[in-house]
Each structure stands twice: as C-alpha cells, then as structure tokens.
C-alpha cells in the first residue's frame, strides 16, 4: 500500500511538471515566442510527455525496494499489534521519510525521468530542465507536503475498504485484521470506478487541491516564461 501511494504521488509530480513545461512552451509558441517551428515544439513535447513511461517501466520497482527497506528499518509492528488510524499514518510519514532517501536524496530525482541515451532528442532541452525541476529543494518541499497529506489519508481510506477494516473509524484494529484492505485500497490507487471512491481519481484530486502543488506550478509556469521573454 505505502509503494503503490508512493508511486502516484511520484507520477503526479512527474506530470506536473512535464504539463507545465509543455504548456509554457505552447503558449509561447502560439505568441510567436518560441524561436522553435513548422511543427517541431508538437514532436518535442509529445517526447517528454512520453518520457513519464520510462518511470512507469522501471520506477515501481525501485519505490518497492525503498519501501520494503524503510519498512524493515522503521517497524516493530507485528500482526496482533494494535494499530489506529494515527499510529498508522505516523508509521507511513515515518516509512516515506526513509523511502525520500533513496528516491529524491543527493539529486536521485533526476533518475525518474528517461538518460540522454534514450533517444529522446527533441525533448532533450526541456528533459534537462525537468531534471534541474526535480532536483530542486522546491520540489522535494513539495513532495514532503504531499506525502504527509497522504499518510493522514491512507489510514481513512482503509477504514472505507470495509470488513474488519472498518472498525478503524472507533479506534484500534489488531494490524493483521488490515492486510486485505490494504490489498484492495493499493490496488484501487491505480484503477478507476465508476464514482472514484478509494481510486486515482480520489487521490488525484487530494493531490491537487494542495497550495503547495499549485504554488509550484504556478511558479514553474509564470516564472519561466517571463524568463523567457
């Protein structure tokens, strides 16, 4: 579960500021601000949307690996410990601290986005300044904030998974009694239904109803261009 919310987040952030990139650069194209033409910026933003597959492919994997050590290093939790809906989401801030380490830490970021090697050459100016965006200290502020808002939301999201799950919402669980309910609410992360209860939808949405992830694009869209210009 605390991978597959991980992940997301980790796609979101990625499209964010890949979109917004994009968009910068189509509405200068559009001015007649782009010293890009005949249809080039359209090939070269269609590359590095597309560059959000190479982490897709290989990203699930390492946020697997991350978390299963965080978890290793930060829990004593056992099967009958009883857990609720706080300890639980201290456990995930905890877990996704340690996760940050192998993932964002000493400019790891820039690894989610596809090596100069991919043949990626049209995008390979906005890829270089997605990967500056990723290493950033804004952008890790950012993603901590979000994994914080989302370690509280894992916890009410399970007690909705229903079962013995439920009795979240009164007060402690035996942990053993949430391990169906955190199958189900991981796998839902990444599947849609039909009113967007405990799906993407629902934490897509959690993610960008937040300040801080609208601040930052605004600031990557705005700033950038009146750089330009």
Known sequence: LASAAYSLNVVLMLHRVQFNIAGREAAASQSGESAEANGEPSAAMQELISSTDFFLEKGPAMVVDATRKAVQETTSLQPETAVSTSSLSSFFKEVFQKVEKDIWADSKGSFLLPPDAAGLAKAKPFLDEARDYLESP????????????????????????????????????????????????????????????????????????????????????FQEASAKK
């Open 138 to 221: 804004q952008l890790l502020h950012v993603f901590r904030s979000v994994s914080n808002v989302t370690a509280e939301r894992l916890p009410q999201e399970l007690a909705k998974t229903g079962g013995k799950a439920s009795a979240l919402k009164e007060g402690t669980v035996p942990l053993a009694t949430l391990f169906g309910g955190c199958i189900t609410l991981g796998k839902s992360l990444f599947q849609a239904d039909p009113d967007g209860t405990e799906s993407a939808e629902a934490s897509i949405r959690a993610f960008a109803d937040q300040t801080v992830v609208s601040q930052f694009c605004e600031a990557l869209y």
